[in-house]
């Protein structure tokens, strides 16, 4: 799978490998990918959700996770094109989420912390956009699913 025109993916193996794990995914979850990008993400996720809402501003990105995803054969993903922050309000509940590309991390968390009972995962590139990340998550006190 790889995205020859598409700036920004695919999320490498070893990195998909560490946030399939720490989203600890379940049967019949339903999630959320945030930036979908290539879809790589929502395509391994959907072996065992139920749904995957796989989201992305960019019609570049859209146009080729539609393709990978047909490719895949997968049915249960949800491709979204437009804004994560519109597009989690029309579509419910959802146990964990994924977060691979936002400009926008802190309305996208603010909106996530009202519909996720469980996971959210965030990947960064930029320091920033980490530092953005651990301020808005502190506001709220997130349980480590994988500690006892």
């Known amino acids: 799978m790889l995205s020859m025109g598409l700036k920004g993916g695919p999320t490498q193996d070893e990195i998909m ?6 989203l600890n995914i379940e049967e019949g979850d339903v999630m959320a990918d945030i930036g979908c990008g290539t879809a790589k993400i929502s395509i391994e996720a959907s072996k065992k959700c139920s749904n995957v ?11 080729y996770a539609k393709s990978e995803i047909e490719k895949a054969g997968r049915e249960n ?4 094109h437009g804004e994560a922050s519109t597009a ?3 579509i419910g509940a959802l146990d964990c989420a994924f977060v691979g590309g936002s ?6 968390l603010e909106k996530l912390k009202s519909v996720v009972s469980g996971r959210i ?14 301020n808005k998550m502190k506001e709220r ?6 500690r006892k």
């Open 17 to 22: 490998a560490v946030s399939l794990f720490k």
């Open 53 to 63: 809402y796989a989201i992305d501003r960019k019609a570049e990105a859209v146009d």
């Open 77 to 80: 993903i949800i491709l979204i």
């Open 88 to 90: 989690l309000e029309n």
């Open 103 to 108: 400009g926008n991390i802190e309305i996208i």
């Open 121 to 134: 995962v965030v990947n960064a590139v930029l320091l920033d956009t980490v530092s953005r990340t651990v």
């Open 141 to 146: 006190p997130c349980r480590n699913p994988l």
